[in-house]
């Protein structure tokens, strides 16, 4: 019942305020909800854990929710924004004007292994756009019905602005099952910096990947657990997600 709700009311505001103003409307309420009652607590812990001195990268920046709350949590940072999507880039670039976010640098383009040009698909369930599900439409993936598009990939150990900093202290990575390609084209930034990643992934196989990806380069990944870090496979090896990868350099909140 609630969800045949909630999509009524997604058409219904999507056909009174189009779908751009739509996306910019939800990023505001998400804004508010998460400040009032603080329900993204994963995302939060991070952002505790994160210092207000160096640069942020914000990986799948979507319509502009934790590109807000990075920039306005961490003044003294500045953040790079990097989102694919037009919809979600124009969300993502009124949600910086709006709120007068100077420390936030925007990228239309989003990131991959090496430079290139890939098709990607923001899928259509139940007659809505999913703006938050888009995928790279490599023949993986899970959606076949939306609407397709192509976008610039770059290599994060490409990005003109970042090539020679030495302080991007953290990164936050969504990219649906995109996670390894990132972090594949970003290794030599992540050796130089050793930022601490917050990586969302859901699928055992990915985490497996990424988990080789960081064998030998001392670095420890995390599940998040009511309020507490537990080492991932140890009680939750099955655990899917937000994960925290970790220099081993770097202390756990007491």
């Not at 999507?14 to 993204?40: C, D, H, P, S, W």
């Not at 709120?99 to 990228?107: F, P, R």
């Not at 003109?160 to 084209?185: N, Q, W």
Request: include cysteine.
């Amino acid at each position: 019942m609630m969800g045949s709700l909630k999509r009524i009311t997604q058409r219904l505001l999507i056909g009174a305020l189009g779908f751009e103003n739509y996306l910019f409307f939800v990023a505001q309420m998400r804004i508010a909800t998460i400040k009032a009652f603080r329900y993204e607590a994963d995302f939060l812990y991070f952002l505790s854990m994160v210092p207000d001195d160096g640069v942020i990268l914000d990986i799948g920046a979507n319509i502009g929710v934790t590109a807000y709350f990075l920039a306005a949590a961490k003044p003294g940072s500045r953040v790079h924004a990097f989102e694919p999507g037009p919809e979600n880039f124009k969300s993502l670039t009124r949600v910086v004007a709006r709120h007068t976010l100077a420390n936030v640098t925007v990228h239309e383009c989003g990131l991959g292994r090496q430079a290139a040009e890939l098709p990607m698909i923001m899928p259509v369930i139940g007659g809505i756009k999913r703006h938050a599900l888009c995928q790279v439409d490599d023949g993986h993936s899970e959606y076949k019905d939306g609407i397709r598009f192509r976008i610039k990939i770059e290599a994060l150990d490409g990005v003109p602005d970042l090539k020679t900093r030495t302080d991007v202290h953290a990164i936050k990575i969504d990219v649906e099952e995109f996670e390894a390609e990132v972090l594949k084209g970003g290794m030599e930034l992540i050796r130089r910096c050793r930022p601490l990643i917050f990586c969302e992934i859901w699928k055992p196989k990915n985490r497996d990947e990424i988990r080789t990806l960081f064998e030998g380069e001392r670095y420890r990944m995390y599940g998040y657990e009511h309020g507490v870090l537990k080492p991932a496979g140890s009680g939750i090896k099955n655990f899917t997600g937000n994960f925290f990868i970790i220099p081993d350099e770097c202390p756990l909140p007491q």
